[in-house]
């Protein structure tokens, strides 16, 4: 599983980041951010693309879940 | 860990955008109707620039006054975050170099006559010269997207005191309040655009409804456009849309409605330097990662960078009238634009951003 840590960033960095992990084209992924925003938009961005996301919290961050 | 369920709310939907949109062309041309300059209802540069005269940090006469709009659109955006638990107090990420790029956005804002928000409302207005500016601004966030790929950052932010979050809100605030008590030590147009206001209350009110708003979709006039670009993602350009076509509904029905490029309120026809004023705000936008109402939205959020940008707009402004780099607005004897130091600057902005961008732009090995 690939780890990316958005946390810090604003869009549409943690998206852009999210978008050149995907292109290694593994089943899961794991995005940290650490606003509401970069978590919308992550998690639209990889939905569009065909992507199950999900959400937890932790620590006041946000960890995404990202499979096929 | 505690598993958040993932439905999406009315507000992150295309929908909640849409009639985000739909509310803040309709109050901006109101706002013109109960006394704003036209298609000035909502302006963040002119009104920051208004701001940087009341408090006599330019001394244009007729840009001065201590716009309500900009204080409602703070507040409105800080209790919104604060009650849905979005405050984050939050800094760190080049304060410097993002009050630099800020004040040559401001000036690029000010030689066309607008920010991307006024430049939409121009074109809901029926003002031709804004589409030019459209094309300057479009121009200008597919440079900056040109450097996102090539992996520009200006680094992550860091957590930081609640007291640094609320700081921005709290000083702003402040100094409406003392405009109000003491109104001697400001400075307030009596003719010109800055003597057109909408009642207080009113202005108060619209700022609240906007940052609202603004707060809860995420609004953003840069990000319409590049996300569509980056992402093919179409979500937050709808908001764009919809302020277009809800301000040329809200003219034609307040009568307020002309279309054509002369003629047109505090606005020019010198297209040339309309569409690189606006290229430097989207490039130098992109840069900052929104355009000046999501800055301020994100000051009333707790993000000290964004405060930062915001006072670099404010000084930008300043330096824009102190120097003459602002552009005239055409009247019946003269053409307007910006003076020769005016395109100085802008060349010297578009010079400014390619260093910044290039200098931190370097797309990391993974």
Partial sequence: MKTVDARGLSCPQPVLMTKDALASKENAYEVLVDNST????????????????????????????ITK | MTKNSNKSNLFSSATGIIIAGAVVGLISTLLVKMGNPGNMGFCIACFLRDIAGTTKLHTAAVVQYFRPEIIGLVIGSMVMAVTSKEFSPKGGSAPFTRFVVAAFVMIGALVFLGCPLRMVLR??????????ALLGFAAGILVGIFFLNKGFTLKRTYTVNKAEGFAFPVVITGLFVLSLIVPALFAVSEKGPGSMQAPILIALAAGLI??????????????????????????????????????????????????????????????????????????????LGGCPLRQLIMAGEGNADSAVTVVGYIVGAAFAHNFGLAGAAASADAIGGPSVYGKGAVIIGIIVLLIVAAVNSKKAKN
């Fill in chain 1, 38 to 65: 970069a978590k919308e938009n992550v998690t639209r961005f990889a939905t569009n693309n065909g992507y199950k996301v999900s959400v937890a919290e932790k620590d006041g961050d946000f960890v995404l879940s």
């Fill in chain 2, 123 to 132: 074109i809901g207005g029926g003002d031709l010269n804004a589409v030019i």
């Fill in chain 2, 210 to 287: 906007v940052g609202v708003l603004a707060q809860k979709t995420r609004l953003c006039m840069v990000a319409g456009i590049r996300d569509l670009v980056l992402f093919k993602d179409w979500k937050l350009l709808l908001g764009f849309i919809a302020i277009i076509v809800a301000a040329l509904v809200g003219n034609l029905v307040l009568g307020q409605f002309k279309l054509g490029f002369s003629g047109q309120p505090i606005a020019h026809s010198v297209h040339l330097w309309s569409f690189l004023g606006m290229l430097v705000v989207g490039f130098g936008s992109v840069l």
